[in-house]
């Protein structure tokens, strides 16, 4: 079993920079792929970011491709998502997801969720 526990989430202004992390707990994570997803109020889950077992590997949505920057810490058991420039269409809550698998943009694949941390942007 793996825990996650995000943090760093807030209220910004648009343009601004936040970094979100995750820190994983239960076992290591350093075998595993790693994900970013967000849901906004009355809109599903949907994918942000993704790195592979190795982290030689990264995937993000077009939305936010240029802006984020996902990133890992095996020595720490922690991942992070690094958000630059940030718009109020990127106002949602973040999930980090954890799987025993090869990367993917799907949900569904994913075996572990964090809680999830509020992230605003105010216009």
């Known amino acids: 079993q793996v825990q996650l526990v995000e943090s760093g989430g807030g209220l910004v202004q648009t343009g601004d920079s936040l970094r979100v992390s995750c820190a994983a707990s239960g076992r290591t994570i350093s075998r595993c792929a790693v994900g970013w997803f967000r849901q906004a109020p009355g809109k599903e889950r949907e994918f942000v970011a993704a790195m592979s077992r190795g982290g030689t590997s990264t995937y993000y949505a077009d939305s936010v491709k240029g802006r984020f920057t996902i990133s890992r810490d095996n020595t720490k058991n922690t991942m992070y998502l690094q958000m630059n420039s940030l718009k109020p269409e990127d106002t949602a809550v973040y999930f980090c997801?954890?799987?025993?698998?090869?990367?993917?943009?799907?949900?569904?694949?994913?075996?572990?969720w964090g809680q999830g941390t509020q992230v605003t942007v105010s216009s």
């Open positions: 997801a954890v799987r025993d698998g090869v990367v993917t943009r799907e949900i569904a694949a994913y075996n572990y």
